[in-house]
C-alpha cells in the first residue's frame, strides 16, 4: 500500500483478555518500530525490527507484551491478560534504515486501545 | 531511556509569532528529523536533516541540524492557529545499532486563550 496501515483502528477490550494488533509497513521498508502513546503524550519506544537481525525489545514493558514481524513484512503486537493501563493509542512506523539518507520513518495512523 | 531532550515541553502561540523549539543530546547524530502530530493522527514527517549546519525550509517551518551534529532545532514563522499540534523530533545516532531512530519527548504547540 501507500503508507503503514493499522488495524483495528480502534479496540474495545475486557480487562484479562488478550489483543492483537497489526500493522501493515510500506512495501520494501526493512525496518519497523512499534511506539505507544498516552492522551497527549510523548512516543514510548517498545520494540524496533530491522531486517533479519534480533529484535530491540528493550521498550516492552512487561511480559505480557510481545511482538513479531513474519517474513519481514505484516508486524503483530500482542498483549496478553490487558489492564486498564494498558489504554493508550498504539503506534507503527516503519523505514528502509539503510545508509543516512533513508533514515526517514513513516507512521500508520494508530490502534486505540480502550481496556474497560 | 530518553536520549534527546527536547524543549519546551509545550508553548502557547499567538496568531502571527514566531516561535521556536530544539532537541539536544550528549550524542552525535548523523540525521534528524522533525514531525508533527495533529489529534487522532500518526505523527506527518515534515523535514529531514542529513548534513551538519544543514538548514531547510518546508513553508513556514525551517530547520537545522546543529554544527556540533548535538542538537537541531525547529522554528515556525507566522503561526496560524492550525499550528498547534505535538512536535516531535527525532535522531539516529552516529553509532546506531541496526539505525534505530530516537525520538524527542514532544512540544505541544497550543494557542493562547
Known amino acids: 500500500g501507500a503508507g503503514v496501515s493499522q488495524s483495528p483502528s480502534n479496540k474495545v477490550t475486557e480487562k484479562g483478555k488478550d489483543v492483537e494488533l497489526r500493522c501493515d509497513p510500506i512495501?520494501?521498508?526493512?525496518?519497523l518500530y512499534w511506539y505507544r502513546q498516552s492522551l497527549g503524550q510523548g512516543l514510548e519506544f517498545l520494540i524496533y525490527?530491522?531486517?533479519?537481525?534480533?529484535?530491540?525489545k528493550s521498550g516492552l514493558p512487561s511480559d505480557r507484551f510481545s511482538a513479531e514481524r513474519t517474513g519481514g513484512s505484516v508486524s503483530t503486537l500482542t498483549i496478553q491478560r490487558t489492564q486498564q493501563e494498558d489504554s493508550a493509542v498504539y503506534l507503527c512506523?516503519?523505514?528502509?534504515?539503510?545508509?543516512?539518507?533513508?533514515?526517514?520513518?513513516?507512521f500508520g495512523q494508530g490502534t486505540r486501545l480502550t481496556v474497560v | 531511556g530518553q536520549q534527546l531532550n527536547q524543549s519546551p515541553q509545550s508553548m502557547f502561540i499567538q496568531e502571527g509569532e514566531d516561535v521556536s523549539m530544539n532537541c539536544t543530546s550528549s550524542?552525535?547524530?548523523?540525521?534528524w528529523l522533525w514531525y508533527k502530530q495533529d489529534p487522532g493522527e500518526g505523527p506527518v514527517l515534515l523535514i529531514a536533516?542529513?548534513?551538519?549546519?544543514e538548514l531547510t525550509s518546508n513553508g513556514r517551518l525551517t530547520a537545522q541540524f546543529g554544527i556540533t551534529r548535538k542538537d537541531s532545532f525547529l522554528n515556525i514563522s507566522a503561526s496560524i492557529p492550525s499550528d498547534v499540534g505535538i512536535y516531535f523530533c527525532?535522531?539516529?545516532?552516529?553509532?546506531?545499532?541496526?539505525?534505530?531512530?530516537?525520538f524527542g519527548g514532544g512540544t505541544r504547540v497550543l494557542v493562547k486563550p
Open positions: 512506523a516503519s523505514s528502509l534504515a539503510q545508509g543516512a539518507g533513508n533514515t526517514e520513518a513513516f
Open positions: 512495501s520494501g521498508h526493512t525496518a
Open positions: 525490527f530491522q531486517g533479519n537481525s534480533a529484535p530491540d
Open positions: 550524542s552525535i547524530f548523523n540525521t
Open positions: 536533516l542529513y548534513k551538519a549546519g
Open positions: 527525532a535522531g539516529r545516532m552516529i553509532k546506531a545499532a541496526g539505525n534505530k531512530l530516537t
